[in-house]
């Protein structure tokens, strides 16, 4: 059985509770958080250990896993701390996204797992889709041929104005890493940002990408959408083929170019995954296996590296956008 402690246990650490709680394979052996309220109410709703301090949970209780689930400014500013101690107690560590607000604290965390030989893993729960899976199986095979464009559009309603870049920075480590998953690194942005009526922060992008294999890309991003419509779309397209997976987990269909048999993978009413919470579940369980597998550390899914990378492009389009949406380089 692997042993669990949750860090941060408002909102999205009230879900990683449950869910370790009530997987086969994990025991919740602790919880963390720096308001003692909140700490001691979730240590009795779970029956285990809470504690205000991370260094002494480790001290005192056998834990193999670290969940960094706190927020902060752009909903990852609190996370650099936690996730730095449980690297030095040589801990796997799963952090919520964004992996940091702060580019800098992202890549010394990094650097951290990598020089201690640990699992560093991050909640991209939106390529943990069937879909999403289908898809890339396909790409894999070499179904679409010579790679040529990727599209991407997420959108949904946050009306929260913490700062003017929480759209960029709390949200789009989703699509970007989408990209990222179905398209290999990306090298090069160019963007341009509206803000809606009434709004101080960029809430609307528009990101021009070029990638390493030399396919291009679009990311259309806004907290201003209605949550009744799709939140999410993304087309990939090549030389032989393209493949469109709508509204992260509802349907994948795969056009060939030179045939009129399509490939469909839909979301059953009857076992298939109910919602988007449900992807929340799948990145979860896969995070699980992998722990139980020893996966190396490099060959985490959706790991810091991948996440360090998405910010690396989301910091690149902040910048771009700065300069009157002259391209920028992504670091490598």
């Known amino acids: 059985m692997i042993r669990v402690a949750v860090v941060g246990v408002n909102n999205i650490g009230k879900i990683h509770c449950g869910v ?121 095979a070499g179904k679409l041929g010579t790679q040529l464009f990727i599209n991407m559009r997420l959108t949904i309603r946050n009306p929260q104005e913490d700062t003017e870049w929480l759209h960029m920075r709390a949200l789009h480590p989703h699509s970007i890493d989408v990209m990222r998953y179905f398209g290999g690194n990306i090298k090069r942005v160019q963007s341009f940002m509206t803000k809606a009526p009434g709004r101080s922060s960029w809430s609307t992008v528009s990101i021009n990408m070029e990638f390493e294999s030399g396919a291009v890309g679009h990311l259309t991003g806004s907290y201003d959408m209605s949550m009744r419509h799709p939140i999410e779309f993304c087309e990939v397209a090549g030389d032989a083929g393209r493949i469109i997976v709508d509204n992260v987990y509802e349907s994948m269909t795969y056009y060939p170019h030179e045939s009129d048999e399509l490939t469909v993978v839909r979301n059953s009413l009857f076992g298939g995954m109910k919602g988007f919470d449900d992807t929340f579940d799948q990145r979860i369980n896969r995070f699980i296996e992998e722990l139980k597998a020893g996966v190396k550390p490099e060959e985490i899914t959706a790991s810091g590296a991948d996440a360090l990378a998405a910010q690396e492009v989301i910091e690149a389009a902040i910048q771009s956008h700065q300069l009157g949406g002259v391209p920028i380089t992504v670091p490598a």
Request: net charge negative; charged share 30%.
């Open 20 to 140: 370790y709680k009530r997987h086969p394979d994990t025991v919740l052996a602790a919880v963390c958080d720096l308001m003692p309220e909140r700490a001691a109410a979730a240590g009795r709703e779970h029956g285990v250990p809470h504690y205000t301090d991370l260094n002494e949970l480790l001290e005192r209780e056998a834990v193999d896993a670290v969940i960094v689930a706190t927020a902060g400014v752009e909903k990852g500013s609190h996370h650099y701390e936690p996730v730095m101690i449980a690297i030095e107690a040589g801990k796997s560590v799963f952090v919520e996204k964004p992996i940091s607000n702060n580019i800098e604290e992202a890549r010394r965390m990094v650097a951290a797992a990598r020089e201690k030989g640990v699992r560093l893993a991050c909640n991209l729960n939106h390529r943990f889709t069937p879909a999403a899976y289908k898809a890339k199986e396909l790409i894999d």
